[in-house]
T-cell receptor, first 112, second 114 residues
Framework: KQEVTQIPAALSVPEGENLVLNCSFT??????LQWFRQDPGKGLTSLLL?????REQTSGRLNASLDKSSGRSTLYIAASQPGDSATYLC???????????FGTGTSLTVIP | EAQVTQNPRYLITVTGKKLTVTCSQN?????MSWYRQDPGLGLRQIYY???????DKGDVPEGYKVSRKEKRNFPLILESPSPNQTSLYFC?????????????FGPGTRLTVT
């Protein structure tokens, strides 16, 4: 069974810092990996999706990388802002693309 | 606006009283899923559906039922809710157009079973 781990569970940084969130998975036979943001009491907002054949995706200040062979993905956030404070979740899908496994998330606080 | 909607958003019920949480998407997606989110356990997939009349169990299907009679709707049914089903529930949809399966989530339903 696929296990997805996110470390650290919580992270606090001053505004303006660049930061990296980590996601690791045990089975490299994935179809894609998706990063989400979740605000307290709210639903999940998709940030970036990386297909298994890709190595990275970028959107604005966000850059996600994927290393399937080592079972790792990172989400890089440049020039962090207080509005980035949220929980960040990664999810991997199996080769069929419709079974998803989530990590427990990293709670990010950006201090003004 | 492309979206996944869930109703109700909040529900308090008693043990054993059957309930249904509705989920609807307007993106013509083939795939739909239900998840529950619990502290320390993250999101776990309950059921998923690959198209109309095609459903399959996820990781934690016990105590739940689903049906997919129309492409846009995927209701979650708790025939006899128990307190351990108190949780935050999310519906999601995705499509294999472009072969991406990017998931779109609803706003969540917070269920409390007393």
């Amino acid at each position: 069974k696929q296990e997805v781990t996110q470390i650290p569970a919580a992270l606090s940084v001053p505004e303006g810092e660049n930061l990296v969130l980590n996601c690791s998975f045990t089975d490299s036979a994935i179809y894609n990996l998706q990063w989400f943001r979740q605000d307290p009491g709210k639903g999940l907002t998709s940030l970036l999706l990386i297909q298994s054949s890709q190595r990275e995706q970028t959107s604005g200040r966000l850059n996600a990388s994927l290393d399937k062979s080592s079972g790792r993905s990172t989400l890089y956030i440049a020039a962090s802002q207080p509005g980035d404070s949220a929980t960040y979740l990664c999810a991997v899908s199996l080769f069929t693309g419709n079974q998803f496994y989530f990590g427990t998330g990293t709670s990010l606080t950006v201090i003004p | 606006e492309a979206q996944v909607t869930q109703n109700p958003r909040y529900l308090i019920t008693v043990t054993g009283k059957k309930l249904t949480v509705t989920c609807s998407q307007n993106m013509n997606h083939e795939y739909m899923s239900w998840y529950r989110q619990d502290p320390g356990l993250g999101l776990r997939q309950i059921y998923y559906s690959m198209n109309v009349e095609v459903t399959d169990k996820g990781d934690v299907p016990e105590g739940y039922k689903v049906s997919r009679k129309e492409k846009r709707n995927f209701p979650l049914i708790l025939e006899s809710p128990s307190p351990n089903q108190t949780s935050l529930y999310f519906c999601a949809s995705s499509s294999n157009r472009g072969r991406s399966y990017e998931q779109y989530f609803g706003p969540g339903t917070r269920l409390t079973v007393t």
